[in-house]
């Protein structure tokens, strides 16, 4: 069983979502898609585990040896990402039931679990798939349920946030089946390990810059950076709250890791950083990402809106990291994931839980919710203050390795814009506080109780661990840089 990690990784949520429609009550659907969802989490565990004390793992399909065959490569990097998104997954899918019931009517529930599980299956089969042209099967997998996951809800809004997200993505999508063939017609490989090896041979000719350039734009669609942003802050404001949580803290996350991939291991990073100005465009776009998306996000009046354009911001920052093209920036990077899904995950719980008892997520209906909703709130706060980088926190964790890289660069001035850029974020994050905490509830509302049960939980599992990797980060950072340094070909 331990010989077939890889595949079981994918396999169990990819069996269970039409499993799904044989279970008719929606609490054994549930139940059903929480336990594909933890086994998925167990088995990234145990890989992560092997792949840490044993090195890259390789598991070939039907006996084929790749690149012949279809190979699943599971190195640090994408161990990591593994562990993320099957966590969240599971996380979100404590408070799902509940959250939905006002959301997605009735007789949608099973399908919502349909759809979710096939995303969670896209999302792990892009990071496991040591395969070019698997990749963009995927992608599609992930990308064609988060559409009809984020067009599920009540809101009559979600059908064109869908609608927005489904045109971007799919020029994504197809900027990236273009890049994969052209680097086939090449090379004659799909496999990634071996397109890291042939195409240095042919790197200089326009067919390979072409190929390089389709894959980066349609991959920067895909995780949102400015200014091809447009489809995340709709996408994420109306799509059912559920939805956002999961994919404010995954989706984005993995367009990275496809970054990081092609750039690192399939292109190379000579050819990558050195051959093409990556490094300064990723620099200019991230900083002006994180600036205008902050200051758009300070005049929102939908929360989710104020949130989501800080996540757009927040990708600024991982992008940041990513263009110092050093070990320390790319350990920045890659903790800015693994602590963003943290802080994302909580903060849209939180909102789901204000829109249960709410009905909507406006500022101006959060007036006194800091006393009506003390627990709520609060994680709403503590995920704020780690947007911020507040000491304690895993935003200060993040915030310090990223600066740390920007001074070992010498690039003290970029250093300052990060440190400005958060002071931006004090102040929307400082708007929902005040209105909570500091205004008492409209005359005539009706008080509102706190949230169920079951959305306190998974809230403050991610809360607790907002803190405790804020505190101790030993496995954070020892996994994020060790990954850094296996991409860069360092001995650690």
């Not at 992008?319 to 920045?332: D, F, H, N, W, Y």
Request: one cysteine or more.
């Amino acid at each position: 069983m331990i010989a077939h990690l890889p595949i079981l990784q994918v396999i169990i949520p990819l069996m269970a979502a039409p499993l799904c429609l044989l279970l008719r009550h929606p609490k054994l659907v549930w139940l059903f898609s929480l336990l594909a969802s933890g086994l998925a989490f167990i088995v990234s565990i145990l890989l992560l585990q092997q792949v840490m004390t044993s090195g890259v793992i390789s598991y070939e399909f039907g006996g084929w040896e790749a690149p012949w065959g279809i190979e699943y490569r599971i190195d640090k990097l994408n161990a990591f990402l593994l562990l993320i998104i099957s966590a969240i997954s599971t996380v979100v899918l404590i408070a799902a039931q509940t959250s939905i019931e006002k959301e997605i009517p009735k007789e949608k529930h099973t399908l919502f679990y349909v759809l979710y599980l096939l995303s969670l299956t896209g999302m792990l089969g892009i990071v496991s798939t040591g395969d070019a042209f698997n990749v963009f099967v995927f992608l599609e997998i992930s990308s064609l349920s988060a559409y009809a996951l984020i067009a599920l809800g009540n809101d009559r809004r979600a059908l064109w946030a869908s609608f927005q997200y489904l045109i971007m993505g799919t020029i994504g999508a197809t900027f990236i089946l273009i890049g994969i063939g052209l680097m086939y017609q090449m090379t004659g490989t799909l496999n990634m390990e071996d397109l890291s090896q042939r195409l240095p041979e042919v790197e200089q000719t326009r067919t390979v810059f072409t190929a390089f350039v389709f894959v980066i734009v349609g991959v920067c669609l895909k995780l949102a950076l400015f200014p091809l942003h447009l489809w995340l802050p709709n996408a994420y404001a109306y799509a059912p709250s559920i939805v956002t949580a999961f994919l404010a803290a995954t989706a984005t996350k993995v367009a990275i890791y496809l970054l990081i991939r092609f750039t690192f291991t399939v292109f190379g990073f000579s050819f990558s950083f050195a051959t093409l100005p990556l490094e300064t465009l990723f620099l200019l776009l991230g900083l002006v990402g994180i600036f205008v998306a902050s200051s758009v996000a300070i005049y929102q009046k939908n929360v989710k809106h104020i949130f989501a354009y800080s996540s757009i911001a927040q990708v600024g920052y991982i992008i940041v990291g990513l263009s110092t093209g050093t070990v320390m920036g790319l350990t920045a990077t890659l903790l800015h994931m693994f602590n963003h899904a943290l802080m994302k995950g909580a903060i849209f719980l939180a909102l789901g839980a204000v829109v249960y008892r709410l009905g909507n997520i406006q500022l101006s209906s959060f007036h006194g919710l800091g006393r009506q909703m003390p627990l709520t709130m609060a994680a709403i706060v503590v995920g704020g203050l780690s947007l911020i980088g507040v000491p304690l926190t895993v935003g200060f964790i993040s915030k310090w390795y990223l600066l740390t890289a920007l001074l070992e660069k010498g690039w003290w001035p970029v250093a300052i814009l990060i440190l400005l850029g958060s002071l931006l974020a004090v102040i929307y994050v400082w708007r929902i506080i005040e209105v909570a905490y500091f205004k008492a509830p409209l005359v005539g509302k009706t008080p509102v109780k706190e949230a169920p049960l079951l959305f306190i939980i998974p809230i403050w599992t991610l809360i607790i661990a907002n803190i405790y990797f804020g505190i101790d980060t030993r496995l954070s950072v020892q996994v994020a840089q060790s990954a850094a340094q296996s991409l860069f070909g360092v001995s650690p």
